[in-house]
């Protein structure tokens, strides 16, 4: 049964699904010691700055907190994709995103605030099933989601944790 479920993780997060959104929601993850978002972050953004620059949507959301390594999450996002040419006024800030279920707490907050009703998705392919459990959770109407091209020897961990995080959210009220 855990395989059935890590092959459907698997395939449902490495499917990606291109839809128009009114938002792309990116969630936070390690900052490096330098400030600067970590290669598995960068992965994120990047996937997201793809989707935006191919008009999928016309902002990004990005979600994180002060971390372990003491430094915004949200912010450091909001500086990388202003040093790729998103303009400042399509990025939407949340610093309290310190879960996933946070994250989606807020985006749903952020997004009925400004009449928003639909968005993407853009995380490592382990994480995109959880998230978008979140989101719909959260009231939102998740439209697409796109995975981050970033594979590393980590995700060995990862694939087993979010398979066992899937159920449980799934379980849950």
Do not use: C
């Amino acid at each position: 049964m855990f395989l059935l479920a890590t092959t459907a993780l698997l395939l449902t997060g490495l499917h990606d699904k291109l839809a128009p959104a009114d938002v792309i929601v990116v969630p936070g993850n390690t900052i490096l010691p330098d400030g600067t978002p970590s290669p598995r972050l960068q992965a994120r953004l990047d996937a997201a700055l793809t989707q935006f620059q191919a008009h999928r949507a016309p902002r990004i959301l990005v979600s994180g907190a002060t971390g372990k390594e003491g430094f915004d999450e949200a912010a450091s996002m909001v500086r990388y994709l202003q040093s790729r040419g998103v303009p400042a006024g399509a990025i939407i800030e949340d610093n309290q995103g310190w879960t996933t279920d946070a994250t989606a707490r807020n985006a749903a907050l952020l997004m009925r605030t400004h009449g928003w009703k639909t968005a993407m998705v853009a995380t490592q392919y382990f994480h995109v099933p959880r998230f978008r459990l979140a989101l719909e959770r959260a009231g939102i109407v998740v439209s697409g989601n796109v995975h981050a091209p970033y594979f590393e020897l980590r995700d060995l961990y990862s694939v087993p944790r979010e398979t066992v995080g899937y159920a449980v959210y799934f379980m849950r009220p």
